[in-house]
């Protein structure tokens, strides 16, 4: 891989005798702290609970709705 034009920078700087800008850096630059946590149980239920619901504005035209009208023949 090639080294990048501000890596290049920070080798010649301590070269040079200078200071490293990557001494500088916080310890905590090079740790994810993302938190991730996987599903409970009670979660994915409530997934499988609401999986086929739709919400918004166009509900009542995606759920399956049937109308049937009877009327009487006359003989």
Known sequence: MSKSKARKFREKI???GNR???L?????????L??????????KLQQ?????????RDDFQTK???Y???TK???
């Open 14 to 16: 301590a070269r040079e």
């Open 20 to 22: 490293n800008p990557e």
């Open 24 to 32: 500088s850096r916080s310890p905590f630059a090079m740790l994810d």
């Open 34 to 43: 993302n938190t991730r946590k996987t599903k409970t149980k009670k979660d």
């Open 48 to 56: 499988v609970k609401h999986k086929k619901q739709s919400f918004g």
């Open 64 to 66: 399956d709705c049937f």
């Open 68 to 70: 049937f009208i009877f």
């Open 73 to 75: 023949k006359e003989e």
